[in-house]
């Protein structure tokens, strides 16, 4: 088992900048990659950034040039830097760990999430 810990997001403006910490502990040797994902209200829950053990990253269109993950490196933490925050950046956003060996982009192809946290970008 893993368990995954989000810091507090909060409330920023639009144009401001915002970093999430995840806390890993537990079984964290089978994790392969620790995601990001966000979910906005009447939305469905969408893959935001992944960051996989060789050191490897990907970002989802929308986000690619204003945010940057990366991992602490001993694994057990993982960080979302997200600058240039708009309204639409808008969702409780969830750190999520796979044990695939294959990139994975989407919600069922990770096996621990974490609680989420909202970030509100205000206008």
């Known amino acids: 088992q893993v368990q995954l810990v989000e810091s507090e997001g909060g409330l920023v403006q639009a144009g401001g900048s915002l970093r999430l910490s995840c806390a890993a502990s537990?079984?964290?040797?089978?994790?392969?990659?620790l995601g990001w994902f966000r979910q906005a209200p009447g939305k469905e829950r969408e893959f935001v950034a992944g960051?996989?053990?060789?050191?490897?990253?990907y970002y989802a269109d929308s986000v690619k040039g204003r945010f940057t993950v990366d991992r602490a490196y001993d694994w057990m933490t993982a960080y979302l830097q997200m600058n240039s925050l708009k309204r639409e950046d808008t969702a409780v956003y969830f750190c999520?760990?796979?044990?695939?060996?294959?990139?994975?982009?989407?919600?069922?192809?990770?096996?621990?999430w974490g609680q989420g946290t909202q970030v509100t970008v205000s206008s």
């Open positions: 999520a760990a796979t044990t695939a060996t294959t990139r994975a982009l989407r919600v069922s192809e990770y096996d621990y």
């Open positions: 960051i996989w053990r060789g050191g490897g990253t």
């Open positions: 537990g079984d964290t040797f089978s994790v392969y990659a």
